[in-house]
């Protein structure tokens, strides 16, 4: 499950296998479903997290 978290009162959306937030939720899921697929981490998803 996509985990929504609060920020520098920003929502963001933490992908549970990897823990990359995200500021759309639909990248989130996209990643966890990559995450769990695969047991390894798509770039072309990732690149879209928020380098904290
Ligand atoms: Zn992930």
Redesign the pocket.
């Known amino acids: 499950m996509v985990k929504e978290q609060i920020k520098n009162n920003k929502k963001h959306f933490i992908?549970e296998?990897?823990k990359?937030a995200y500021k759309e939720e639909e990248w989130a899921k996209k990643?966890?479903e990559?995450?769990k697929k695969h047991h390894s981490?798509n770039i072309e998803?990732?690149k879209h997290a928020i380098i904290n």
Request: glycine share 0%.
């Open positions: 992908c296998e990897c990359f990643c966890e990559w995450c981490c998803i990732t």
